[in-house]
């Protein structure tokens, strides 16, 4: 990777829910502030060699989100913060409640409140740059009891976000594949303890395909 980029002090957002929050201080304590989440990952190994430019990372995941909660704080959670960068992975948690049949879950607004996001940023902030990164399930946990159902509903969200990241001209972090590839390897809850949340591999993983993706695009110079 490059450790060099067209502007110095670059702003990058990490946007979500539970598996971005990763318990992140609400405070400002620099040695808990961005939790313990692939966020964390990604800042500590881009933090140093990006270390002369000294890039700012803001964690702003909450635990339990859908992609309509995102939407209702984007305000305050990303447009305030001016990113240069900002990388999303959400939609677990939308499909969590229709499953559980939820009130909340009645209708599925994940698309549709994708698409204002995107559209909002693209409008009031043209130059940020956009990392968008799939939802994925293993087949342990609540996923295996519903499994048919649960698959057909992340595959969807998956093109969604896949279809969106080409529209939008995003980069787009495939991570199922690798997640079902790492599968093979050590059993589903190794990587995500209860088919949803990773473990600290399961981080790893997605920290190393995000790298992958974003290296790949040049997005960090």
């Keep these: 990777m490059a450790t060099s980029a067209s502007k110095t002090n670059k702003v990058i957002l990490f946007q979500g829910d539970s598996i971005t929050d990763g318990n992140r201080g609400r405070n400002e304590d620099p040695n808990h502030i961005l939790g313990h989440s692939y966020a964390f990952i990604l800042a500590g190994k881009l933090g140093r060699l990006l270390a002369g430019q000294q890039p700012t990372f803001y964690n702003r995941g909450i635990s339990g989100d859908r992609m309509s909660d995102l939407y209702a704080r984007w305000n305050e959670d990303a447009i305030s913060l001016q990113p240069d960068i900002i990388s999303i992975l959400i939609g677990v948690n939308d499909i969590w409640r229709m499953m559980k049949g939820e009130p ?39 996923p295996a009891e519903q499994w048919e159902n649960w698959e057909q509903k ?48 399961g981080h790893d993983l997605i920290a190393g395909e995000w790298l ?6 040049g997005l960090l110079g």
């Excluded at 279809?163 to 972090?173: D, M, P, S, T, W």
Aim: charged letters at 25%.
């Design 104 to 142: 909340s879950g009645v209708t599925d607004r994940f698309e549709r409140a994708y698409r204002h996001v995107l559209e909002e940023t693209r409008e009031v902030m043209p130059n940020t740059q956009l990392i968008l990164c799939e939802p994925f399930i293993l087949r342990t946990g609540a």
């Design 154 to 201: 992340i595959k969807h969200y998956q093109q969604v976000v896949r279809q969106l990241a080409e529209e939008f001209g995003a980069v787009h972090v495939a991570l199922q594949g690798a997640f079902e590839a790492a599968a093979e390897r050590a059993e589903a809850s190794y990587w995500l303890w209860d088919g949803v949340h990773p473990t600290a591999a």
């Design 212 to 217: 992958q993706a974003v290296e790949k695009s």
